[in-house]
């Protein structure tokens, strides 16, 4: 678009989702990804004056195949709502097209801004979650990737297990997906551009870029080790990471 207005933006993206329609056809291929983080900002502050809290951050697009695929140069990122413990299931009303990505949430101790390091990065870190993404597909995300972004990246809600102290060697941890008791994927840190603290580097500098950190208590939740995988009905998932635990949730039948 020539001229960008973020407040007409937000509120035309706010009266769409009131409607139950996520992703506006009437913005189809009219938004670059940062005016999309400006809807979502917009969007994230309605919904926590209403009541919401937001708890921390996703990262993802974090390997570079799938940064090819949608041809993008860097991850994106949403916002974290809320979170439930290991173990909870979801009925099938529950949920939109949803799915799921296995992933490291990182708990930061102290807060972070701007360009900093991977040993700043790990030094703000004061434990860490096996965690799983639970996501609603609720557009076309393969098309219209800024709609997407606007409607926080797919993210609803994170299932975390037992936190742990932070390991020595992110990179090196295996991650094994099971879907009613068979192995779906495997993976390791390194999946994570090169390493999950880098997740943590990348978001702080573009927060920045929109006049925002890193705050401490926030979780940021790094990126999967593998591939993302729908959820069915009467499915029961797991993901186990080596050297720091395990997480699982469950969908019922009915």
Not at 150 to 171: C, H, M, Y
Not at 174 to 196: D, F, M, S, Y
């Amino acid at each position: 678009m020539s001229s960008f207005d973020a407040s007409a933006a937000i509120d035309s993206f706010w009266a769409a989702r009131a409607r139950g329609e996520w992703f506006p056809a009437a913005w189809n291929d009219k938004l670059t990804n940062d005016q999309a983080y400006r809807i979502l900002f917009g969007i994230m502050e309605r919904r926590l004056a209403a009541g919401e809290k937001q708890i921390g951050w996703k990262v993802g697009l974090t390997s570079k195949a799938i940064q090819q695929q949608f041809s993008v140069h860097e991850p994106v990122f949403g916002c974290i709502l809320e979170s439930r413990p290991s173990g909870h299931g979801f009925a099938p009303g529950d949920l939109i097209s949803p799915g799921f990505e296995n992933e490291l949430c990182l708990r930061l101790g102290k807060g972070l801004s701007g360009v900093i390091t991977t040993d700043q990065a790990r030094d703000a870190i004061d434990a860490v979650y096996p965690s799983l993404e639970i996501i609603e597909t609720r557009g076309d995300l393969t098309r219209q990737l800024a709609l997407a972004l606007a409607d926080n990246a797919q993210q609803k809600t994170v299932i975390l297990g037992q936190p742990v102290a932070l390991p020595a060697d992110l990179e090196t941890i295996e991650a094994r997906v099971t879907i009613n008791g068979q192995t779906a994927g495997t993976g390791t840190g390194n999946a994570v551009l090169g390493n999950p603290l880098n997740s943590v580097v990348w978001l702080a500098a573009k927060l920045a870029e929109f006049g925002r950190s890193l705050k401490a208590g926030e979780i940021v939740m790094s990126g999967s080790f593998t591939r993302q995988f729908p959820i069915h009905p009467g499915d029961t998932i797991r993901a186990d990471f080596s050297g720091v635990g395990a997480v699982a949730t469950s969908m019922t039948n009915a």
